[in-house]
């Protein structure tokens, strides 16, 4: 079946732009995670979103950043006034949730903010 | 102290060889365990779950000693596209339990 899957896969901005990015999660699955990967560094969590609960944010950075979902679907992750340190790849996951934890990962977005 | 922590390598075998990768996590009510592996520019997939009793997935042997608190994982017969980081995965308890947190990885090298 069809695997996560994110878009865009590659994104260039100028310093101080908003960029959104967005997740389709594998279908059934309740939870969608982010994640963020600076080059050469390991996976740092930023949001988690389990079903109709309260999402866990306590991985975002500053209140640029701010992640939407709709019902067990789509997901967006916005980044604000983007500055050079937001450069990484951004990856999606989705899980079956509760205690089912294996997580499913998407390509992940390559941001380059220039 | 991290949560999960590995150590960073690269290791270096050639073709054949067998290594072995550690990891300690931090908390002690942890239940669930996972190796996963990512290539290189590309995302982590899942590799093999760690069961408490140990458990083998062909070349690959994966290891929970709970009284240590570290994870293992053993590559037999290496292959030149065994090459990739291997991460450390442990689940979160405070809070959501469905709140998976990785290692920085182990960078894997393998060589003709």
């Known amino acids: 079946g069809a695997g996560v899957s994110q878009s865009p896969s590659n994104k260039v901005t100028e310093k101080g732009k908003d960029v959104e990015l967005r997740c389709d999660p594998i279908s059934g699955h309740t939870a969608l995670y982010w994640y963020r990967q600076r080059l050469g560094q390991g996976l740092e969590f930023l949001i988690y979103f389990q079903g109709n609960s309260a999402p866990d944010k306590s991985g975002l950075p500053s209140d640029r950043f701010s992640a939407e979902r709709t019902g067990e679907s789509v997901s967006t992750l916005t980044i604000q006034r983007t500055q050079q340190e937001d450069s990484a790849v951004y990856l999606c996951?989705?899980?079956?949730?509760?205690?089912?934890?294996?997580?499913?990962f998407g390509p992940g977005t390559r941001l380059l903010v220039l | 102290r991290k949560e999960v922590e590995q150590d960073p390598g690269p290791f270096n075998v050639p073709e054949g060889a067998t290594v072995a990768f550690n990891c300690t996590y931090s908390n002690s009510a942890s239940q669930s365990f996972f190796w996963y592996r990512q290539d290189c520019r590309k995302e982590p997939k899942l590799l093999m779950s760690v069961y408490s009793s140990g458990n083998e997935d062909g070349r690959f042997t994966a290891q929970l000693n709970r009284a240590s608190q570290y994870i293992s994982l053993l590559i037999r017969d290496s292959k030149l596209s065994d090459s990739a980081t291997y991460l450390c995965?442990?689940?979160?308890?405070?809070?959501?339990?469905?709140?998976?947190?990785f290692g920085q990885g182990t960078t894997l090298q393998v060589k003709p």
């Open positions: 996951a989705s899980s079956l949730g509760g205690q089912r934890l294996t997580q499913y």
């Open positions: 995965v442990v689940n979160a308890l405070s809070g959501n339990t469905g709140k998976l947190i």
